[in-house]
């Protein structure tokens, strides 16, 4: 029962190789001039270009400021509003508690482009337009509903306890929450953090019709028109490709569980 | 539920008094009041109003009745870009039934930890990879003749299948719907591999004991524990791929004519290019119904399954 099936072991590898050899390639391709492109497109060849990300990244770095911000504020609206109500959820017993949380998680089953156009409309009313705070609410707010869900579940598995212990000290509401329950739901923000995030990162449509111009253009929007000269030709184009995808694998390579866990909660949001 | 809770409840009083003395939780739920009415439920509820007017989104707003759904019913594009969505979403629903499952179940008979751990991680990192790195990565694969996927045909000596796979109507939607091949690493891989590892080790034992086949113990009990993650996949995937969006935009723009239109593209193209917001919102509408048929026949269609079992 210990060792695996070697056919197993030689069709699992297989599989993983057809998989990850586009992204092989765009690595091995970003490094080249367009000649070694087209003479020898499937594997690294010598000389390494390194240049193209420097070019690259000229091109990209003021975008890459604007998605840093952009998910920043995002992430901390998603986390600001869905740990206050899941902390209201999980403590109170209030009149209408159920029809509320109710419209809530209400959001996560209207798709997306159904209201891409009324929510044009009311963040443009709102003075949002190509803003980085329009970019960020709208996702922000699609992840609450989910941030809602699984941070309410989170406190109210926390030992009722705490909360007794912090009443008879005298904690008020908002101490409890701040100095005793935040403190305490650290996985459960990362992940939420993580999902948000992601998502928020990865956003294309919504900013490509909230954004024009430069001003507060993404780097996901960006990465569409990078371009190399005549030598370097898509080389460039790759090597913005790839710069585009680091932050978010490097955030992944740091923290590996608190990602998986929040790729997978993610995935309940339909 | 926390029985401390009701400690903000009393019995007796009114209404009013009672949400007077819980005004404290209230105010914890303002920020995601406010942000969700404010975003999302406002513009969700004026998208039927929307719809029913002609609207360039500056001046003109003109009340047209249901002019709007007539007109949809003429359109050309709309019966295009719903079969297409259908057709992405048939395909996509039944890739993620198949090969992510497929590669899950090899990747959790791997018997060795370390090379378990590595397929795992080397399976989910694509998926932090942007979509739109994805896409535009496989718009260069294809790209021309010198394009990487043209030139391994050349390699292996099928010149005659070189194609313009993006350029073409006849094979455009197809070539969109092949991004990602072999489509194993994806969020379907995840939610099936953290499924089997939640299978407890006694199930398998007891199916060893009895000599079980690998192919008997996939059937008697992987799969079926897997139910659950399994409908999870169909319903995310058949939502998520029926509004597919940035494929056809990055690689196609909908063309070559109207071969690779979809929904959710019409909806933009009408919105922002040719300012019809009034009637791109009555096609949100009638994007909205079909979804909701669509989950509502097949969460239908998977409890009577159940039942059968």
Known sequence: ?270 | MNDYAHRTLPRRGGLLRRMWKARNAYLFLLPALLLLSAIKYYPFLTAFVESLFDWNGVNVNRFIGFANYAELLKDEKIRVAFENAFKVSLATVLINLTAPLLAALLVFRVRSPRLQNVLKVGFIVPLVVPMMVLILLWRWMYAGDTGLINQALDAVGLESLKHSWLGDSSTALGAIVFVGFPWVAGLPFLLYLAGLQNISEDLFEVASMEGATPLRRMIAVELPLLSGQIRLVLIYSLIQSFQVFEAPYAMTNGGPGISTITPSLHIYDQAFNYGRFGYASSIGVVLFAVLLVLTIALQKLIRNSDKID
């Open chain 1, 1 to 270: 029962m210990k060792k695996s099936n070697p056919w197993t072991v030689v069709f699992v590898l297989a599989l993983f190789a057809v998989a990850m050899y586009p992204f092989f390639v765009l690595l091995a391709s970003s490094f080249k001039h367009q000649m070694q492109i087209y003479e020898s497109p499937w594997f690294f060849s010598s000389p390494l270009y390194p240049s193209n990300y420097g070019v690259a990244f000229r091109q990209i770095s003021q975008p890459i400021v604007h998605s840093l911000a952009v998910t920043a504020i995002g992430v901390a609206a998603t986390l600001i509003a869905s740990a206050t109500a899941a902390f209201s959820f999980a403590r109170y017993s209030f009149p209408f508690k159920n029809a509320l949380y109710g419209v809530i998680i209400m959001l996560l089953m209207i798709p997306g482009f159904v209201i891409l156009v009324p929510q044009f409309i009311s963040v443009k009313n709102m003075g949002m337009y190509n803003t980085l705070l329009g970019q960020a609410l709208p996702p922000a707010a699609s992840y609450t509903a989910m941030g809602v869900m699984l941070m309410r579940a989170f406190f109210e598995g926390l030992s009722r306890s705490l909360y007794e212990a912090a009443e008879m000290e005298g904690a008020r509401d908002f101490s409890v929450f701040a100095r005793i329950v935040l403190p305490l739901s650290k996985p459960i923000v990362a992940t939420v953090a993580i999902m948000s995030g992601l998502q928020i990162w990865n956003n294309f449509v919504w900013s490509l019709v909230v954004t024009t111009g430069d001003k507060v253009k993404p780097v996901i929007l960006a990465i569409m028109t990078v371009q190399g000269g005549i030598n370097e030709g898509d080389g460039v184009k790759l090597a913005g490709y790839v710069i585009a995808s680091l932050p978010l694998l490097i955030l992944f390579f740091a923290a590996t569980k608190p990602f998986v866990s929040g790729l997978t909660q993610g995935a309940v949001k339909g």
